[in-house]
């Protein structure tokens, strides 16, 4: 008989991880937004494939959301690493901390589902803002087919404490006759100061044409402010 001797090879694993394992976003101001980065890694030898990423086991959800929803699953090679944000926006104040588990599933054979638990409280500002919007609607008549105007709108803070407008989108049926310009999408405004805004209007066709102008702001009263603009395309003069 030959004798035989060997060592066995090790079967190629994936292993996940997650940095940081927990979160404590503490205490934030109702009508703003705090955000945290998971960084979730493959600490294995072989892929890691993540199959789905949720928010689960909370007791106030609409508190908390992703930063975009997780698509098709994502495979990472060993030491390779994928970040997943979460917002956390609290809504009013509760008694007891609001809290949620990120839930991360993966072929993983002994974490299939990797919990990563949040938590985060608000509180009420003492010092809000108040947000006004001058004017709140604006018909821009009828435009000449190749013109283009614009109209300049005052977003005024009247109240004690900084507003924060974190987005502004127009509701538009065609999406591309106005235009937000001049104005970046997410600004502050001091007590008693005012920020610009500017839409532009540029018919194409012969139809009369609407759009909402949505400011959402930290206003704990108007979290939304809605400006309706309209207008509608003039036909060319023809001579006979």
Not at 31 to 42: E, F, L
């Amino acid at each position: 008989d030959v004798p035989l001797s060997g060592n066995g090879m090790p079967v190629p694993l994936p292993d996940i991880a997650a940095d940081p394992p927990s979160f404590d976003y503490g205490v934030v101001t109702i009508g703003y937004i705090a955000s945290q980065a998971v960084m979730v890694s493959n600490q294995g030898t072989a892929d890691l494939v993540i199959n789905d990423v949720q928010l689960v086991n909370s007791n106030c959800l609409n508190f908390y959301r992703l930063d975009a929803p997780f698509g098709n699953p994502v495979a990472l090679a060993p030491g390779a690493q994928m970040e997943v944000m979460v917002r956390f926006e609290p809504k009013d104040t509760i008694p007891e901390p609001a809290t949620v588990d990120l839930r991360i599933s993966s072929n993983d054979p002994d974490e299939g589902q990797l919990l990563v638990p949040l938590s985060g409280s608000g509180t009420v500002n003492l010092t809000p803002p108040d947000i006004s919007v001058q004017p709140l609607s604006y018909d821009f008549g009828m435009v000449m087919p190749g013109d283009t105007v614009y109209k300049d709108f005052r977003i005024l803070n009247e109240g004690v404490g900084e507003l924060l407008v974190h987005n502004m989108i127009l509701i538009d049926d065609d999406m591309d006759e106005f235009a937000i310009v001049n104005t970046g999408l997410r600004f502050t405004v001091a007590p008693g100061d005012t920020h610009w805004g500017t839409i532009r209007y540029a018919p194409y066709d012969e139809s009369r044409d609407r759009a909402f102008w949505v400011i959402k702001s930290n206003d704990p009263d108007e979290r939304k402010v809605y400006v309706r603009v309209k207008g509608h395309y003039c036909p060319p003069c023809t001579t006979g």
